[in-house]
């Protein structure tokens, strides 16, 4: 009998291994043991390591970062844009600090370009998200004469391409972090970039 929580701690746990040792580096032994139970026990809910990372990739889907990230609230404060990006921001990286952002990042950066069964990870494809939801965004700022006319696909680039280097660079490891000093970093970003676009 397979059962729905042994099949999640299954995910958990490989998501752990995965995002510390890579997909080569990590054995159905290993997680079965993370997870207490038999190796053999693994195959009554996946048929092999790679479908339990495809499990993992499908739970980090590219379209899910604005049903967590895009809110009414948020969208209220469109009136005083600086604020709103400022908010929208903080979520963001917010988000991306939790502890299963942060170790399916690592496992990202680990295994981008590598080709698990028909699927090849790219970081292009987590971002493109972010990159869409930014640039409707700014098109908006500009057609209500709110921002500076510049390319809305360029503005997208120029306001995601910061707050995902901080990302990679802070919120990929396991260690602790100063989440105050990133988040200093990432309003200084946003006041900066809304200060040049601004009209």
């Not at 707050?163 to 972090?177: G, M, P, Q, S, V």
Request: net charge positive; proline share 3%.
């Amino acid at each position: 009998m397979k059962y729905p929580n042994t099949k999640k701690l299954i995910v958990e746990k490989a998501l752990d291994y995965f995002s510390n040792n890579g997909y080569a580096g990590a054995s159905i032994r290993q997680i079965a043991r993370a997870v207490g139970i038999r190796e053999s026990a693994i195959y009554n809910h996946f048929k092999s390591k790679e479908e339990i990372f495809l499990a993992i990739l499908s739970e980090f889907k590219p379209r899910s970062l604005s049903e967590k990230i895009m809110s009414d609230d948020l969208l209220d404060e469109l009136d005083n844009p600086e604020k709103f990006l400022q908010d929208f921001a903080k979520r963001l990286i917010e988000y991306w600090n939790t502890p299963k952002e942060r170790k399916f990042i690592r496992l990202l950066l680990m295994e981008q370009f590598t080709k698990i069964g028909s699927l090849e990870l790219s970081v292009s494809d987590y971002i493109n998200e972010l990159r869409g939801i930014s640039k409707l965004i700014f098109s908006e700022m500009i057609k209500n004469n709110i921002a500076k006319k510049y390319d809305p696909e360029i503005l997208a680039e120029q306001f995601t391409a910061p707050l995902f280097l901080i990302r990679t660079e802070h919120l990929a490891k396991d260690d602790k972090i100063d989440f105050e000093k990133v988040s200093v970093m990432v309003k200084k970003h946003v006041n900066f970039f809304w200060n040049s676009i601004k009209l």
